[in-house]
């Protein structure tokens, strides 16, 4: 009996199926030892090594499997999908359109493709390689999705809707595809049909995060004298952001347990002491479920308190407090006579973290000003940057040594709030420049690039969640010189008093 025939490799694909690849591979492994000529064993013993990630194991494989067989179907297509999560984008397309070449009727191959050229910033290839995978599969949902995707970035905003919604029904439970209805919903203010979708991001980015499901979920705001838990997720920035919101479930006359990232803890107790009806635990703290009558993640109280721009718009520019003596105390550490300017210019966000960023060597403009003190905001190591633009361009950054702008952000509030003005990209520093009310200047990628995050909302220049936030986007994707140009601009009508005078 052939290999291909047994009973084990029927198993083995079996469990292929079923997302067992470790045990699946071991089978095929094994009855790869009494047939070693086999191409087809090799292609399985490859896809599987490919999903569990063991990128070396597999290209050893499908290479020997492409010697046995070069014309093998789908056998270039997996070296493709290797080839390009190891970053050797350009081979991988050429194994690819080898693959296209071989077996044209595939749709699979051609959704990578476009997958490939979209990475590649070649939109109109990607588009063209989703197209025709449609053409081929109608009831195929992925390029649909990723179709969908290309269409927002060219601002066809109603047309990718149709897309999404599209995939949806032709994929039961497709998350990605949620996921990127309900970011474009609230990219364009759509808030109540954003936050349907985005309720299932916890089967996508957050599935695994603690939650307390065993207890009924609150979507009833006019409840009184109940016991509520509202949980963290996401990161530090979301939980500040989702923070602007907590004022207004406080005020429903509830009881409240807010657990949050214990870096919060403080700032929060000072911000909203005022409410005797809160406590607030970090997020890994354990809370005694058999006292709750309620719960909701600090992320969907957007469903109960922001449904309309309108909602945006009684709130103050501020709602964190910093500590008072630790803000005295660093202005004592800043110039008096100048303006005092925080500036922060990294985010190491999984991702999206480098399209967020800004090479500090592209800020001269900004930092060689006249009558400004600048101020390293930035988390992370920064000594080369800073020492770099002192040696080459006579620019000093102050930095303040002793703080641990990572982990002490009680203090990195107190340095935001001792400055006059904030210069930030999209990271921790603006969400906290923001809930303290500090003119903020922010600047974020251009309107629909990867690095776009959906709450610096189209065609907004003032952030509706942070009213002291003023947006400066990129007119084109990766181009950051005429957003330093525009701040350069607004930094000269900035007034030339500081708070330090």
């Given amino acids: 009996m052939r290999v291909i025939e047994s009973p084990q490799f029927t198993q083995a694909c079996q469990l292929a199926d079923q997302g067992r690849y470790l045990e699946s591979v071991n089978i095929f492994l094994e009855l790869e030892k009494n047939d070693p000529q086999d191409a087809t064993l090799k292609l399985l013993i490859a896809t599987n090594y490919f999903e569990l990630k063991e990128y070396t194991q597999a290209i050893d494989k499908i290479r020997r499997c492409l010697e046995l067989s070069p014309n093998l179907p789908q056998a270039n297509h997996i070296l493709g999908n ?33 997958i490939l050229l979209f990475k590649l910033s070649r939109e109109s290839e990607a588009l063209e390689a989703y197209e025709a995978a449609i053409m081929l599969d109608h009831s195929y949902a992925d390029p649909v999705r990723n179709k969908a995707i290309i269409l927002k970035r060219r601002g066809n905003f109603d047309e ?31 808030f109540k049909e954003g936050w349907i979708f985005y309720a299932t991001r916890f089967e996508l980015e957050l599935r695994g995060q603690k939650r307390f499901d065993s207890i009924p979920a609150w979507t009833n705001k006019e409840l009184r004298g109940k016991t509520i838990v509202l949980y963290a997720e996401q990161g530090l920035g979301d939980q500040i952001l989702y923070g602007t919101i907590l004022r207004d479930a406080f005020l429903t006359r509830n009881n409240f347990i807010v657990t949050t990232d214990v870096r919060l803890i403080s700032i929060f107790k000072r911000s909203f002491d005022e409410f005797k009806n809160v406590v607030f635990l970090a997020s890994d703290s354990k809370v005694d479920v058999s006292a709750i009558d309620y719960q909701i993640a600090i992320g969907d109280l957007g469903q109960l308190f922001r449904t309309s721009l309108n909602d945006f718009l009684i709130h103050s520019h501020q709602y964190l407090l910093a500590d008072h003596t630790k803000v005295e105390t660093f202005k004592q550490k ?23 960023s800004i090479a500090i060597r592209e800020w001269l403009p900004i930092l060689q000003l006249e009558g400004f003190n600048f101020v390293d905001l930035q988390y992370g190591d920064t000594l080369n940057e800073r020492n770099d633009l002192e040696h080459k361009h006579k620019i000093k950054i102050t930095n303040i040594e002793a703080l641990d702008k990572f982990n002490d952000i009680d203090g990195l509030l107190a340095l935001i709030d001792a400055c006059d003005i904030v210069i930030t990209t999209s990271n921790v520093t603006a969400h906290l420049a923001g809930g303290l009310g500090k003119p903020t200047f922010l600047m974020v990628p251009f309107v629909n690039a990867k690095g776009r995050i959906w709450y610096w909302h189209h065609d907004r220049h003032q952030s509706i969640w942070y009213p002291s936030i003023k947006i400066f986007a990129q007119e084109k994707d990766g181009i950051w010189a005429p957003v330093i140009k525009d701040i350069y601009n607004e930094l000269q009508k900035f007034p030339k008093t500081s708070s330090l005078s």
């Avoid at 690819?96 to 990578?112: A, G, H, M, T």
């Avoid at 029904?169 to 203010?189: G, I, Q, T, V």
């Avoid at 110039?335 to 991702?351: H, P, Q, Y």
């Fill in 334 to 356: 800043l110039e008096a006579g100048k303006i005092n300017c925080g500036i922060s210019w990294k985010s190491f966000r999984d991702t999206i973290g480098s399209d967020k």
């Fill in 82 to 114: 290797i080839l390009r999560e190891t970053n050797n984008m350009y081979d991988a397309l050429k194994a690819y359109n080898e693959e296209v070449r071989i077996n044209p009727n595939y749709p699979d191959v051609l959704n990578d493709k476009g």
């Fill in 160 to 190: 990718a809707k149709t897309l999404l919604n599209k995939s949806i029904c032709l994929k039961k439970n497709f998350y990605e595809a949620f996921a990127e209805l309900a970011y474009l919903h609230l990219f364009l203010c759509e």
